[in-house]
RNA sequence: GCGCCCUUAACUCAGCUGGAUAGAGUAACUGCCUUCUAAGCAGUAAGCCGAAGGUUCGAAUCCUUCAGGGCGCGCCA
């Protein structure tokens, strides 16, 4: 339940009544009034609830903002609200006070909702599909990769703890130019191996480590084993070529080329894919639906979304190619559908993969998490999607800034030409997957983000990541302690009797996780989750601080904090849950 | 040239549907463990919220212009 929103709700409703009485009274004219803010104060002591009310409506009413708010006070009716008292400040401030009752009800909410605390039923069941990391398959992941998988990762389950069916998608680039381009870097991989040089290598060398050091040289282009333009120089492809030597030999290089290519994607795309379902699941990612964009054209959807698309009547003809009108559906500029050559550009695809969420498996919405230089791109699918009859607004992609990753003070080159890219893999070896979540998810993805891994691989308590960890071991061993000397936590107490300062704001804060999920799930932000945590876990920290458990002055009062801390640590648990990171019971 | 994003404390960033003295974490300095985990807490110091105009009772927040940085603008994906 979202105590939050509830006694911000309660505050408007005690607002609008008294209003009501005060022009039944004919204390203020009956004319429409404009709306007003009920919110949540910066500084404790202007109130729990803050109500503008008197400030906006001091123009129309023709009053000053402060009279307004006396006349207002005099006419509310706190009774059953959650509310104690009122008081006026500022300029025209109403700020409203819970009472101690509210605060007991947010902790017995908790201990009676578990696990399922902070979950909101604000989606309504609509079925939403999130599609991310959706790296390409003919090469290991980055770093950005591994931010928009723990976006993307951790947007889902907000999505689902407020109340969406959520389903979790990787679309498998096998199809298209790059495949062709994979095709061709294995080929003179292995073409290469075979050849006197290669053979020169092949023995020298002890492990395939060493094969592809010696043949890819300082950047992977090597005056011995030269590489023409635009062919992946990775060493993940001298690798592939020489396991598939290993296994086949050289028989292969009697072949025409097309049946080269043909047999060693085979032989390493299914691999690479293996492997990233591998390094997401160690990344803790687990994927309702791969997506292959190869069904896309096995079962007709391209040619039938171009089919489609002509028959929209935003085509035309020029220089030989199938554009579509993108410019007067609202993007930037028109571009190709269909090349001169008759192939389709990489945009039919992805409007057919679109077409095939919203249309074919009619999800309610579909959220893309993209690297923000896919820009551009966005306005021209959705362009395309309204061309199509669908309405482009249930799609959103969520665009992430670049990744700088930081070493020593210093950006890291990262040259995707030479393939040395700082891989998923490689960074997980430097640091836990709790760091990495936790990390990726400090800032929106809308903000340009500094991977710093000198402070990631420090283990050191700069990352906050151990600070809220460190908060639920904390409570977990004070409750172990407890319950070693007899005294479990208990299902009732006297909770009336916390109404201290560290004991309110711990409580107010352990009210807010509804209204975050809802925030962050509208705001598609699931950054605002991490915030949380940590300030959640900073609010505990005081109360530790502040407020003894086990030597409490009363058995009375022990019990009622027992409770909260129980309370605070299923909360952590729950939140920490949403972000996919462990919360340890022992540091 | 056009478009998107960014610019807030020494560093990394919150705050942005306009509100009451601009927040947090790091780093610096000072205190707090014979007592539930000091991976913690409390405190000090630190800011012309990139610049200039405008809108208003009120602007870090909205509008305009400008400056600096990042990224796009292919019959590449």
């Known amino acids: 339940m979202n105590h939050i929103a509830a006694a911000s709700e309660a ?8 209003l009501g009485r005060l022009v039944a009274e004919g204390a203020i004219p009956a004319e429409p009034l404009p709306d007003f803010n009920v919110e949540i104060p910066a500084d404790r002591a202007h109130g729990d609830f803050a109500a503008n009310v008197a400030m906006v409506c001091a123009k129309p009413l023709r009053m000053p903002p402060r009279k307004i708010a006396e006349l207002i006070e005099g006419m509310l009716e706190l009774g059953d609200s959650p509310f104690d008292r009122v008081e006026i400040a500022g300029p025209g401030f109403m700020n409203f006070y819970l009472g101690q009752s509210w605060y007991d009800d ?45 976006i993307g990762d951790c947007l889902a389950s907000v999505l689902e703890a407020a109340g969406y069916q959520t389903e979790r998608e990787f679309y498998i680039n096998d199809a298209g130019n790059q495949i062709e381009k994979f095709g061709r870097s294995l080929d003179l991989r292995y073409m290469q191996l075979c050849s006197e040089k290669g053979q020169a290598v092949l023995r020298a060398a002890q492990s395939t480590e060493e094969v592809c050091r010696a ?139 679109h077409y095939n969420k919203l249309v074919t498996r009619n999800f309610d919405r579909a959220i893309d998490i993209l690297g923000a230089d896919h820009h551009g791109y966005v306005p021209r699918l959705k362009a395309a999607l309204t061309a199509l009859g669908v309405d482009a607004s249930r799609l959103t992609v969520v665009l992430m800034q670049m990744v700088a990753v930081m070493r ?14 700082l891989t998923l893999v490689t960074l997980l070896e430097d640091i836990p997957v709790d760091a990495a979540r936790f990390f990726f998810n400090l800032r929106e993805a809308n903000s340009h983000f500094e991977f710093d891994l000198d402070l990631a691989v420090e283990k050191s308590a700069s990352n906050p990541v151990y600070y809220v960890q460190y908060a639920h071991a904390r409570i977990c061993s004070l409750i172990r302690n407890l319950a070693d000397s007899g005294v479990p936590v208990p299902e009732q107490a006297e909770l009336s009797l916390m109404g201290s300062p560290a004991e309110r704001m711990l409580v107010r804060q352990l009210a807010l996780l509804p209204a975050e999920v809802d925030t962050a799930a509208k705001a598609l932000d699931p950054s605002r989750l991490t915030k949380y945590s940590v300030d959640l876990a900073a609010q505990f920290h005081r109360f530790y ?14 019990d009622a904090r027992l409770m909260l801390c129980e309370a605070t640590r299923q909360v952590l648990a729950n939140v920490l849950a949403m972000l996919k990171v462990t919360a340890p019971e022992k540091m």
């Not at 609509?126 to 998988?149: I, Q, W």
């Not at 950006?411 to 030409?417: A, D, G, H, N, Y």
């Not at 601080?545 to 022990?558: P, Q, T």
């Open 408 to 421: 020593d003070g210093k950006p890291v080159k990262q040259s995707k030409r030479s393939g040395k890219a």
């Open 215 to 353: 043949v890819y040289g300082a950047d992977g282009n090597t005056p011995d084993f030269p590489m023409p333009e635009d062919v992946y120089l990775g060493q993940d492809i001298i690798a592939h070529a020489k396991h598939y030597y290993d296994e086949n030999g050289d028989a292969l290089a009697a072949q025409p080329e097309e049946e080269r290519r043909k047999a060693l994607v085979a032989f390493a795309l299914p691999k690479n894919i293996q492997g990233l379902k591998d390094d997401l699941a160690q990344y803790r990612i687990h994927y309702d639906t791969w997506f292959p964009e190869s069904t896309l054209h096995q079962d007709g959807s391209v040619q039938r979304i171009i089919a489609q698309l002509k028959e929209s009547g935003y085509t035309y003809e020029k220089d030989g190619a199938l554009w579509f009108e993108a410019e007067k559906l609202g993007a930037d500029k028109d571009f190709v559908l269909v090349r001169a050559n008759g192939i389709p550009t990489y945009v039919v695809p992805d409007i057919a993969y």
């Open 11 to 18: 505050v408007r409703a005690l607002i609008l009544d008294a």
């Open 545 to 558: 601080d502040a407020c003894k458990v086990k030597d409490a002055e009363s058995e009375a009062l022990r």
């Open 106 to 150: 947010v902790i017995r909410n908790i201990t009676e909702e578990q696990a399922r605390y902070g979950t909101t039923g604000s989606g309504r069941s609509k079925r939403v599909l999130v599609e991310f990391v959706s790296a390409n398959p003919t090469g290991p992941m980055h770093v950005g990769n591994a931010r928009g998988g723990a």
